[in-house]
Nanobody, 122 residues
Framework: QVELVESGGGLVQAGGSLRLSCTASGSIFSINAMGWHRQAPGKERELVAAITSGGGLNYADFVKGRFTISRDNAKNTVYLQMNNLKSEDTAVYYC????????????????WGQGTQVIVSS
């Protein structure tokens, strides 16, 4: 069993920055792929960014150049640095973990955090 706990969400003005963190427990974190997804009101959950155990990256087009995903295996933590935030980035952000890279990418990961709210005011 894997437990994921997100933190770092909040209210920020457009153009500002936030850094989300997700700390995992209960598994060998270093071998799992990790990802961040988000869900805005009335919309389906979508992939934001993902990182493999070896540091391979995948970003949604709408965040390229603005968001950066990274991981610290020594701390069992994955981060999402979000810069130049826009009102359309407002959503609940979820951390996901799975051994399978494809399951992170298509939103079928075995393990999910509880979510952290990000609100960007314009």
């Amino acid at each position: 069993q894997v437990e994921l706990v997100e933190s770092g969400g909040g209210l920020v003005q457009a153009g500002g920055s936030l850094r989300l963190s997700c700390t995992a427990s209960g598994s060998i974190f270093s071998i799992n792929a990790m990802g961040w997804h988000r869900q805005a009101p009335g919309k389906e959950r979508e992939l934001v960014a993902a990182i493999t155990s070896g540091g391979g990256l995948n970003y949604a087009d709408f965040v390229k150049g603005r968001f950066t995903i990274s991981r610290d295996n020594a701390k069992n933590t994955v981060y999402l640095q979000m810069n130049n935030l826009k009102s359309e980035d407002t959503a609940v952000y979820y951390c996901a973990s799975d051994l399978a890279w494809t399951r992170i990418l298509d939103g079928r990961a075995d393990y999910w955090g509880q979510g952290t709210q990000v609100i960007v005011s314009s």
